[in-house]
Nanobody
Framework: QGLLAESGGGLVQPGGSLKLSCVVKASVFRSNTLGWGRQAPGEQRDVVARITIEDTTTYADSVKGRFAISRDWDKSTVYLEMNNLNPEDTAVYYC?????????WGQGIQVTVSS
């Protein structure tokens, strides 16, 4: 839906893994840095992973070493592989395009980590 369409959220046990997908409008996909952000209840919304048009990746300290972002140019899709999840990762996750004030944000999908 819209420019960004996320899928793949759900419930996972601590220590488990989950992979999110986001289909991006082609013109937006090819022209922007893509990313994933998240917002937990009562917390600010932050970007946790980004990937540039040159496939350079960056991560927030909270997810570095556990999450991996990638993009498929043929499918116009960006992915977020999440590993070794803990309850603090519970949040609504959003696909993003662009950086700074002009960033696009998707509708968001729920990821819950609970035993």
């Amino acid at each position: 839906q819209g420019l960004l369409a996320e899928s793949g959220g759900g419930l996972v046990q601590p220590g488990g893994s989950l992979k999110l997908s986001c289909v991006v409008k082609a013109s937006v996909f090819r022209s922007n840095t893509l990313g994933w952000g998240r917002q937990a209840p009562g917390e600010q919304r932050d970007v946790v992973a980004r990937i540039t048009i040159e496939d350079t990746t960056t991560y927030a300290d909270s997810v570095k070493g556990r999450f991996a972002i990638s993009r498929d140019w043929d499918k116009s899709t960006v992915y977020l592989e999440m590993n070794n999840l803990n309850p603090e990762d519970t949040a609504v996750y959003y696909c993003t395009a662009g950086v700074g004030p002009g960033t696009y944000w998707g509708q968001g999908i729920q990821v819950t980590v609970s035993s």
